[in-house]
């Protein structure tokens, strides 16, 4: 962590200050700094891949060591990096709605809604390694079976927490390839993964699947 220096009288810096005065390349690599918040709640933060410091000195992750590191809190940095490679919280189509009538809102999985991945189910914010308790809001009632606390992407602790889904695998290959293409040691583009299968359709819906990409030597 950057020591402490004084600035106009004060005795802390601001997030953006300690990158303006490290100036750490961001192109070619993800930083992460170590820094202690006013705002004790906040374990980390990150730039998001759309964001235009992603690759400039302003870019990176920054994590409190007043929770890094403490039992429980080891995966914050994987949460922190799927925020750079954009990915939302599972919880966003229920917890982090504006309103009733926010179009982000999520009411069954989706990708045009909540964290825009289909295969994580609508849940809300919680740190329980379970299923949410239902919740009766001004929307109404709603219940969250098969809540993905098992996600990276949620609130759960260490002790839970333990996978990321194929979407949202797909999705951090997709700003891998567009946003961050020169942290790749290789000069070649990334291989073009297999298309996604249909694997279920109606007049309202299509479902659709990711398959892993091919393994082992790619031939141009």
Same mark, same amino acid.
């Given at each position: 962590?950057?020591?402490?220096?004084?600035?106009?009288?004060?005795?802390?810096?601001?997030?953006?200050?300690?990158? +303006?005065?490290?100036?750490?390349?961001? /192109?070619?690599? =993800?930083?992460?700094?170590? *820094?202690?918040?006013?705002?004790?709640? &906040?374990?980390?933060?990150?730039?998001?891949?759309?964001?235009?410091?992603?690759?400039?000195?302003?870019?990176?992750?920054?994590?409190?060591?007043?929770?890094?590191?403490?039992?429980?809190?080891?995966?914050?940095?994987?949460?922190?990096?799927?925020?750079?490679?954009?990915?939302?919280?599972?919880?966003?189509?229920?917890?982090?709605?504006?309103?009733?009538?926010?179009?982000?809102? +999520?009411?069954?999985?989706?990708?045009? /809604?909540?964290? =825009?991945?289909?295969?994580? *189910?609508?849940?809300?914010?919680?740190? &329980?390694?379970?299923?949410?308790?239902?919740?009766?809001?001004?929307?109404?009632?709603?219940?969250?079976?098969?809540?993905?606390?098992?996600?990276?992407?949620?609130?759960?602790?260490?002790?839970?927490?333990?996978?990321?889904?194929?979407?949202?695998?797909?999705?951090?290959?997709?700003?891998?390839?567009?946003?961050?293409?020169?942290?790749?040691?290789?000069?070649?583009?990334?291989?073009?993964?297999?298309?996604?299968?249909?694997?279920?359709?109606?007049?309202?819906?299509?479902?659709?699947?990711?398959?892993?990409?091919?393994?082992?030597?790619?031939?141009?």
């Amino acid at each position: 962590m950057h020591p402490t220096r004084r600035l106009d009288g004060r005795a802390y810096m601001s997030v953006k200050e300690l990158k +303006e005065a490290l100036m750490l390349n961001s /192109t070619h690599f =993800l930083n992460v700094y170590f *820094a202690t918040s006013v705002r004790e709640e &906040l374990a980390g933060a990150a730039t998001w891949p759309w964001d235009k410091e992603a690759v400039s000195h302003l870019g990176g992750v920054v994590l409190n060591p007043a929770y890094y590191g403490m039992p429980g809190h080891t995966n914050i940095m994987i949460h922190e990096v799927g925020h750079v490679l954009g990915l939302y919280h599972v919880f966003k189509g229920v917890s982090e709605r504006e309103s009733c009538d926010d179009p982000c809102r +999520e009411i069954v999985p989706s990708m045009e /809604t909540g964290d =825009l991945c289909a295969d994580t *189910a609508p849940t809300t914010k919680s740190k &329980l390694c379970q299923d949410p308790e239902p919740v009766n809001d001004t929307c109404g009632l709603a219940h969250f079976p098969g809540a993905p606390f098992h996600n990276y992407m949620s609130y759960t602790d260490d002790d839970c927490t333990n996978s990321f889904t194929p979407n949202q695998v797909a999705r951090m290959h997709c700003y891998l390839d567009l946003v961050y293409q020169q942290w790749s040691e290789s000069r070649k583009p990334t291989p073009i993964p297999i298309p996604p299968m249909v694997i279920g359709q109606t007049h309202k819906s299509l479902t659709i699947h990711w398959l892993p990409p091919i393994s082992g030597v790619v031939y141009d």
